[in-house]
């Protein structure tokens, strides 16, 4: 795969990524209250939630809002780096960047734009276990987050020596 065709990849996926979370926020905005509306039994349901933390609720006190869209940023110029270092033939490692920067910025832009939060609205529960709220760019992010690790991994392990060097003297008998 050329260049260009690795740029349109990465940009095609990030942009689809973004859209798909903006006009799915926006309708749960529209459409959605703090009723929950039930999709599949008691397990899966809409419900407009802001989240002014990061993920799993994870808070820092008043200024979170901006810590974490900091952290969204420098997150976002490690992965451009990745991206750029990313080899023509590594299509799962740029899909899985492009997964991640996307969820990165569909979050950070709503940390810009409002106040109140990410807005999240998938709610998910297995018996009485509650997952948290989240939207579609978590989705991307931790899917793309898993399949960056195992292709990271991967890379770590084609890199170590099949087997480890042998001394001469080991050799004499």
């Known amino acids: 795969m050329g260049s260009g065709a690795r740029r349109s990849l990465f940009w095609g996926i990030l942009v689809g990524v973004l859209v798909l979370d903006v006009i799915t926020k926006q309708l749960a905005v529209a459409r959605l209250g703090r009723v929950p509306v039930f999709l599949l039994g008691d397990w899966l349901s809409l419900r ?5 933390g990061a993920a799993f609720g994870i808070n820092v006190g008043a200024h979170s809002r901006w810590v974490f869209a900091v952290l969204a940023v420098v997150a976002l110029i490690v992965l451009g780096t990745m991206v750029r270092q990313t080899k023509p ?27 109140r939060g990410v807005v999240d609205f998938v709610d998910v529960w297995i018996g009485s276990f509650h997952w948290p709220t989240f939207n579609v760019a ?11 690790a195992l292709v ?12 480890r060097p042998t001394d001469a003297a080991e050799l004499s008998p």
Not at 48 to 52: A, G
Not at 92 to 109: I, K, S, T
Not at 138 to 148: E, R, Y
Request: hydrophobic share 50%.
């Open 152 to 163: 990271l991994w991967n890379e770590g392990r084609d890199s170590e020596p099949a087997t």
């Open 138 to 148: 978590d989705m991307a992010v931790s899917c793309g987050a898993v399949a960056l």
């Open 48 to 52: 407009l939630v802001y989240n002014p």
């Open 89 to 115: 033939w590594q299509t799962f490692r740029l899909v899985a960047l492009a997964l991640v920067c996307g969820g990165a910025v569909g979050n950070l832009l709503d940390r810009l734009r409002s106040a």
